[in-house]
């Protein structure tokens, strides 16, 4: 599948969805409609909310908080669906995961593909998608590469500092 025919498949996606979850068409409509999600785990994830959407009746239904909750988390998937910019919570995951190979910054990151598959699987993204955040913190020079036989990643001295939620935001804002 080429790029933009995913990003085309996952914003026509997206606007389906979006339509669904506000009343204007019904499941049937949207699942006739949908694009081939088979390949693409973020477009599975929502065919599958679209498919489960719980009830929202009084008696036999899911509580409002957790209704409220499914439809938080499913406009989160959208949106994600819609832009292509970089994510809080997937960055926060690297990061977390790569803190912890590293022993807390005393040794050398060692398999590095094993994490970002590990995250790809934690935040629902593809390897290729997590490869761009790891990219983005090469490029700004928080992780630099010490050895290609085996091959190795370290923080660099303005890597070590990123310690808190809002440092992580201000990594991601350089980018835009």
């Known amino acids: 599948m080429t790029e933009n025919k995913q990003k085309s498949d996952r914003q026509y996606a997206a606007n389906m969805a979006r339509k669904y979850f506000s009343g204007q068409i019904s499941k049937n409509q ?6 081939n999600y088979e390949n693409d785990i973020k477009l599975r994830l929502l065919h599958k909310r679209i498919i489960e959407k719980p009830k929202k009746v009084f008696l036999f239904g899911v509580s409002n908080k957790k209704y409220k909750k499914f439809i938080f988390e499913t406009y989160e998937i959208i949106e994600d669906l819609e832009t292509d910019k970089l994510r809080f919570k997937t960055m926060k995951i690297l990061l977390k995961q790569l803190w912890l190979q590293s022993n807390e910054f005393t040794e050398p990151i ?3 593909g094993f994490q970002i598959f590990e995250v790809s699987k934690m935040t629902y993204n593809t390897n290729l998608e997590v490869t761009r955040y790891l990219n983005l913190l090469v490029e700004k020079n928080y992780i630099k590469k010490v050895s290609d036989d085996p091959l190795l990643y370290e923080f660099t001295e303005s890597g070590m500092k990123i310690k808190t939620d809002s440092e992580i935001e201000k990594v991601i804002e350089n980018v835009a």
């Open 30 to 35: 949207v699942l006739d409609s949908f694009p």
């Open 110 to 112: 060692k398999n590095m």
